[in-house]
């Protein structure tokens, strides 16, 4: 039986858990990662009412012996690992100059270095299979800058370049790499467990700006697409007999980059700025509409 490693699976409307879900059911034994065990037992109840093989791993990815010990417990337990799912990720709003100082690494380091441990934790184990997938949950946000998600931008656009580049070192070892880049899916991901004015200083000349950069994010995630297309994609990649680099699941992620790839970095911003209702803020002598500010 195939295996595979999902990061990121406590919340049933989110990528990580339907990705486990749909593994399962495409025939994985699957290792489904994240920090409170008890979180998932409705998860470990689906599997065991539906005979799927999935196993509960306690992780955090910000711990680099938690990130070892993930991906050992999979070969420890199953004698190989054939997908590796890097979903953990966190969101980050906020202009770069009120952004906390302790906010931005952690951002990086759960979104990028976290992933980045976990990938050089599986390439041994991959390499002496002569097979693996690795996959990385990145964003239309690695391809194109948000404003106001400056580091969450950065952690992604770190996560494609890896890709890439990656992808070449390990594909004569029989290992491919690839990342799922979703656009908005209505994972409830922007403020599950995070008061977002934690990450950003208030008093700023950018009030206004974060107070948009938030309410645009919550009324995209809002109006997003079916979280479960991203959990389909990633069976396709972790499965197809024609490996790729990049997927973009959806309606919205090809659009939109289609549309990047065919501005200019001029039209794009003046595009960008107007699609999220910030179109003022290019205009210093006007104030963002409805700030009162
Ligand atoms: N939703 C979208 O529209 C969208 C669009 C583009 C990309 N993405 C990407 O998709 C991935 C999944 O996001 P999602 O939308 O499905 O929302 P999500 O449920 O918030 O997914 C993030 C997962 O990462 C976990 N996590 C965060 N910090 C962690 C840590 N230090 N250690 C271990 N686990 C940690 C969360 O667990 P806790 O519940 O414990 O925090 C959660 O299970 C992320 O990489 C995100 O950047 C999402």
């Given at each position: 039986m195939p295996t595979a490693l999902v990061t990121g699976?406590?919340?049933?409307?989110?990528f990580g858990q339907l990705t486990a879900k749909a593994l399962a059911e495409a025939g994985f034994h699957v290792f489904a990662t994240l920090?409170?065990?008890?979180?998932a037992s409705n998860l470990k109840a689906w599997a065991e009412e539906n005979g799927h093989a999935l196993t509960l791993v306690e992780h955090d990815i910000c711990d680099p012996v938690s990130n070892r010990n993930a991906v050992h417990e999979v070969l420890d337990t199953a004698?190989?690992?054939d997908v590796l799912v890097n979903n953990v990720g966190m969101s980050s709003f906020g202009a770069l100059e009120t952004l906390h100082g302790d906010h931005i690494r952690k951002t990086m380091e759960t979104n990028f270095f976290g992933a980045v441990d976990l990938a050089r934790h599986a390439l041994p184990i991959m390499r002496a299979q002569g097979a693996g997938r690795i996959i990385f949950v990145s964003s239309v946000a690695g391809i194109t800058g948000v404003p106001g998600e400056s580091i969450y931008c950065a952690s992604k656009f770190a996560l494609e370049g890896l890709s890439e580049a990656l992808a070449m070192e390990v594909e004569r070892f029989g290992i491919a790499v690839s990342t799922i880049r979703p656009a908005?899916?209505?994972?409830?991901?922007?403020?599950h467990n995070t008061?977002?004015?934690?990450?950003f200083r208030r008093g700023t000349a950018y009030d206004a700006f974060n107070d948009r950069v938030v309410a645009s994010t919550s009324e995209g995630e809002v109006a997003g697409e079916d979280p479960a297309l991203v959990a389909q994609t990633i069976v396709e990649a972790a499965t197809t007999d024609s490996p790729k680099l990049r997927w973009e699941p959806g309606a919205a992620a090809p659009e939109i980059l289609a549309g990047r790839r065919a501005m200019s970095d001029e039209d794009w911003r003046v595009y960008v700025m107007g699609e999220l209702g910030m179109?003022?803020?290019?205009?210093?002598e006007r104030q963002l509409e409805g700030s009162g500010s």
């Open positions: 699976c406590s919340r049933p409307t989110a920090r409170n065990k008890e979180r004698g190989s690992l908005f899916f209505n994972t409830g991901m922007s403020m008061d977002a004015s934690a990450f179109s003022d803020w290019l205009e210093p």
